[in-house]
T-cell receptor, first 116, second 116 residues
Framework: GAVVSQHPSWVICKSGTSVKIECRSLDFQATTMFWYRQFPKQSLMLMATSNEGSKATYEQGVEKDKFLINHASLTLSTLTVTSAHPEDSSFYIC????????????FGPGTRLTVL | AQKITQTQPGMFVQEKEAVTLDCTYDTSDPSYGLFWYKQPSSGEMIFLIYQGSYDQQNATEGRYSLNFQKARKSANLVISASQLGDSAMYFCAMREAFDSNYQLIWGAGTKLIIKP
């Protein structure tokens, strides 16, 4: 199946700093990428949908100025957590949509963010 | 109203036994797809099986089968001959055709623990 990578796998940062997470589709072109957040023992919560070359669509309650999403190419989307605080600590997962096939979303391995 | 309901927060099953994970859904879209994903402790989301709303037969993938009962709006995952490596969180998800971005709607998940 198609491969999606995320970098970094985990990051620890100080409160007030910004953190960038990259999501790459390695062997296919992804016109749409999705960013999820997952708290321990909970389901995935969709944060935003990102289409290549256009502004991301954020879900209700997600601060777009805090979670900056850029989808500049068909293989790369980035999520930047700006001025991170401890409550932003979470597991962030991206997925990428492939145009063909029934399994349109392929998931990255996730990034565990801890804000001190 | 919940669109995807997984009523079992957790299950313990003896190794080699079959296990059924429940999933019910709610949609008014006649065209939709149902997915099951496995999430081990490492965090990656692993696609298991897909069922389209117009598929006449239940989907099967190796030890996984999907018991699709359209009239009851249920899409239970059946794992035959469970193995220790099956211990993980399992999520049921739905995609509605009218959503042009193909977003997935997620259930709360079921934590499955296989006992030796």
């Amino acid at each position: 199946g198609a491969v999606v990578s995320q970098h970094p796998s985990w990051v620890i940062c100080k409160s007030g700093t910004s953190v960038k997470i990259e999501c790459r589709s390695l062997d296919f072109q992804a016109t749409t990428m999705f960013w999820y957040r997952q708290f321990p023992k909970q389901s995935l919560m969709l944060m935003a949908t990102s289409n290549e070359g256009s502004k991301a669509t954020y879900e209700q309650g997600v601060e777009k100025d805090k979670f900056l999403i850029n989808h500049a190419s068909l293989t790369l989307s980035t999520l930047t957590v700006t001025s991170a605080h401890p409550e932003d600590s979470s597991f962030y997962i991206c997925s990428a949509r492939e145009l063909a096939g029934i399994n349109e979303q392929f998931f990255g391995p996730g990034t565990r963010l801890t804000v001190l | 109203a919940q669109k995807i309901t997984q009523t079992q927060p957790g299950m313990f099953v003896q190794e080699k036994e079959a296990v059924t994970l429940d999933c019910t859904y709610d949609t008014s879209d006649p065209s939709y797809g149902l997915f099951w994903y496995k999430q081990p402790s490492s965090g990656e989301m692993i696609f298991l099986i897909y069922q389209g709303s117009y598929d006449q037969q239940n989907a099967t993938e190796g030890r996984y089968s999907l018991n699709f009962q359209k009239a009851r709006k249920s899409a239970n995952l059946v794992i035959s001959a469970s193995q220790l490596g099956d211990s993980a969180m399992y999520f049921c998800a739905m995609r509605e055709a009218f959503d042009s971005n193909y977003q997935l709607i997620w259930g709360a998940g079921t934590k499955l623990i296989i006992k030796p």
